[in-house]
């Protein structure tokens, strides 16, 4: 069995990956600074005899030169995440994304490692072909806006990676994520579906931003394990870009009234302009929707849980949570 590096393990994304992988009989290690992480995500795993964490930043470059070396496969998960903190703290989430990736893919390189790169949707920016297909063009806002500092970061990251295994040789795979849901999702960094559930289970209302008429995807945090893995074991993958989403397009403000449906709530439904939240001049999409034709003829994938599905398992680990 494999030795796997998971940067970001502590994260939501992350730990479901290092629970999956030990499952198959791989040694895992992880490495997550808590910025947005928690132990707590981790804390089964803490006693399995192929399971070993590190919490640091991927930008300390010699530990991470003895975790890579130590490795056979990376998978870079590590960066900033939520549109709240992407507005709140732009200088973390370029540096972190960019330097981070920097750091991965040179050490990569210096062994051969295979690696693969989390990007995410928000990449195609104002994109307006409909769905998102990864050889379309990516579209970005002004400078000014800070949301567009993300998508940038994540497109450089996919620069980067794309670069060295064209000039250097090696092994990488990049997948865009298309709002990843499940158990362990915190809401703290304005995630949709979490926030939504902490306000119905607590009777508060629960906020839209804007009209409500914008639509989404959502995949199970577990599909999207399956769709990465699946990835990193396909030889057809290495050197491409792939999306990794659901394929149930929801309103927001039809989202919410399934929140409610399933939590049971009496909770109002409350719509908030953009600008409130995130200021004068913030900019969202109206349709996000992936084209997964790719995923698909490559690995045999697809997502294998229902929206309604995905919100009966993230309701019933926040009331166990609660016991």
Same mark, same amino acid.
């Given at each position: 069995?494999?030795?796997?590096?998971?940067?970001?393990?502590?994260?939501?994304?992350?730990?479901?990956?290092?629970?999956?992988?030990?499952?198959?009989?791989?040694?895992?290690?992880?490495? =997550?600074?808590?910025?947005?992480?928690?132990? $707590?995500?981790?804390?089964?795993?803490?006693?399995?005899?192929?399971?070993?964490?590190?919490?640091?930043?991927?930008?300390?470059?010699?530990?991470?030169?003895?975790?890579?070396?130590?490795?056979?496969?990376?998978?870079?998960?590590?960066?900033?995440?939520?549109?709240?903190?992407? /507005?709140?703290?732009?200088?973390?989430?370029?540096?972190? &994304? @960019?330097?981070? +990736?920097?750091?991965?893919?040179?050490?990569?390189?210096?062994?051969?490692?295979?690696?693969?790169?989390?990007?995410?949707?928000?990449?195609?920016?104002?994109?307006?072909?409909?769905?998102?297909?990864?050889?379309?063009?990516? #579209?970005?806002?002004?400078?000014?806006?800070?949301?567009?500092?993300?998508?940038?970061?994540?497109?450089?990251?996919?620069?980067?990676?794309?670069?060295?295994?064209?000039?250097?040789?090696?092994?990488?795979?990049?997948?865009?994520?298309? $709002?990843? #849901?499940?158990?362990?999702?915190? !809401?703290?960094?304005?995630?949709?579906?979490?926030?939504?559930?902490?306000?119905?289970?607590?009777?508060?209302?629960?906020?839209?931003?804007?009209?409500?008429?914008?639509?989404?995807?959502?995949?199970?945090?577990?599909? +999207?394990?399956?769709? @990465?893995?699946?990835?990193?074991?396909?030889?057809?993958? /290495?050197?491409?870009?792939? &999306?990794?989403?659901?394929?149930?397009?929801?309103?927001?403000?039809?989202?919410?009234?399934? /929140?409610?449906?399933? +939590?049971?709530?009496?909770?109002?439904?409350?719509?908030?302009?953009?600008?409130?939240?995130? !200021?004068?001049?913030?900019? =969202?999409?109206?349709?996000?929707?992936?084209?997964?034709?790719?995923?698909?003829?490559?690995? =045999?994938?697809?997502?294998?849980?229902?929206?309604?599905?995905?919100?009966?398992?993230?309701?019933?680990?926040?009331?166990?949570?609660? #016991?």
């Amino acid at each position: 069995m494999a030795h796997i590096l998971i940067t970001g393990g502590c994260g939501f994304i992350g730990s479901h990956l290092a629970e999956v992988l030990l499952q198959r009989g791989h040694h895992v290690s992880v490495i =997550d600074d808590l910025s947005t992480g928690s132990i $707590n995500n981790i804390a089964p795993l803490r006693r399995h005899a192929r399971f070993e964490h590190r919490i640091d930043s991927v930008l300390n470059r010699p530990l991470m030169a003895e975790l890579i070396d130590a490795a056979d496969q990376v998978y870079h998960l590590a960066a900033a995440v939520g549109v709240r903190l992407i /507005v709140e703290r732009p200088v973390e989430t370029i540096e972190t &994304n @960019i330097r981070g +990736t920097e750091v991965v893919l040179d050490l990569a390189s210096r062994k051969g490692k295979p690696v693969l790169i989390a990007s995410s949707s928000e990449v195609y920016g104002k994109g307006a072909r409909i769905p998102f297909a990864e050889d379309d063009d990516c #579209v970005l806002g002004p400078s000014i806006r800070p949301r567009w500092s993300y998508a940038c970061s994540k497109l450089i990251d996919e620069f980067l990676a794309l670069a060295h295994h064209k000039q250097r040789g090696l092994p990488t795979v990049v997948a865009r994520f298309f $709002n990843t #849901v499940g158990p362990r999702q915190t !809401g703290a960094y304005g995630m949709v579906i979490p926030r939504m559930i902490d306000a119905a289970q607590a009777g508060q209302p629960i906020t839209v931003h804007g009209d409500g008429q914008q639509t989404r995807t959502f995949c199970h945090v577990l599909d +999207t394990v399956d769709a @990465i893995t699946a990835l990193m074991a396909a030889p057809g993958a /290495v050197g491409q870009v792939f &999306n990794v989403g659901g394929e149930e397009e929801i309103t927001i403000e039809a989202l919410a009234r399934l /929140v409610i449906e399933v +939590t049971g709530s009496s909770s109002e439904i409350r719509f908030v302009p953009y600008r409130e939240v995130f !200021g004068e001049g913030f900019e =969202d999409l109206r349709r996000r929707v992936p084209d997964t034709g790719r995923l698909r003829s490559l690995v =045999d994938w697809s997502p294998q849980r229902t929206l309604r599905q995905i919100i009966e398992d993230a309701v019933a680990e926040c009331q166990r949570e609660r #016991v």
